[in-house]
């Protein structure tokens, strides 16, 4: 397979852990967006990363579908979204919240740095959802001890969240006092440390 895309990106960086949890063989392309547009559009019609290209040339588009056909590799035990309800469900639904996150992270960088005209209204409608979804994360991962967001091995759950956590301290510095979040600051620094993490790392690069 073919991973596409930078590892500043949560969404190519989730997929690539993902991979290597999973000891699946990838080629890493790391291709930008903006530098390497034509490169992508050949793939990926939207432009845009992750894109993952299979053994059999078959192209996924974002990193849901990627974590999906993952998925499917794996036994169910060693799957990283748990099979059975209503564990599915509530684990999917962390790593949707993580996501979503990161995309509105994505959204206020880009009205930030590359509009001439800021609306001010987008702006804070994008803080208002990230602080939203902080204080709902922050709530549920408070009440759980353990290492993991739901107990056992590391799953999509916690490496969405990680990787969120991330992106959005590095694009937006200062937007964010980490002390109101106790518990994602732990879950973030306790997983950063894990060399896979570490290994698929990449600090942020700015678009120009």
């Known amino acids: ?13 989730r997929v690539a852990i993902a991979l290597k949890l999973y000891g699946l063989p990838f080629e890493h392309r790391p291709w930008s967006v903006f530098g390497d ?15 993952l290209v299979l053994d059999d040339g078959e192209v996924l ?8 056909f993952l998925d499917s590799l794996v036994p169910a035990e060693r799957a990283l979204f748990p099979r059975q309800e209503p564990a599915r469900h509530r684990a999917v639904r ?20 590359l509009h001439r005209e800021i609306s001010d209204l987008w702006a804070d409608r994008c803080r208002v959802q990230i602080l939203g979804v902080l204080g709902a ?5 408070a009440g759980r001890p353990s290492d993991s967001w739901f107990g056992g091995g590391i799953g999509h759950a916690d490496i969405a ?14 937007l964010v006092s980490w002390a109101e979040y106790p518990a ?16 698929i790392s ?3 690069i700015p678009p120009s």
Do not use: C
Request: aromatic share 8%; glycine share 4%.
């Open 94 to 113: 962390v790593a949707a919240l993580a996501m979503g996150l990161a995309d509105k992270a994505v959204s206020l960088f880009y009205e930030l740095r």
């Open 61 to 68: 588009v974002d990193s849901p579908s990627a974590i999906d």
């Open 37 to 51: 547009a034509d490169k992508i559009r050949t793939y990926n019609p939207l432009t845009r990363v992750p894109t």
């Open 184 to 199: 994602l600051a732990a879950h973030a620094a306790r997983h950063e440390a894990l060399p896979l993490f570490q290994e």
């Open 202 to 204: 990449q600090p942020f």
């Open 1 to 13: 397979m073919i991973l596409i895309g930078q590892y500043d990106s949560p969404f190519v960086r």
């Open 137 to 141: 994360l922050e709530a549920d991962r």
């Open 161 to 174: 969240v990680a990787v969120a956590l991330r992106f959005l301290g590095e694009a937006h510095p200062g």
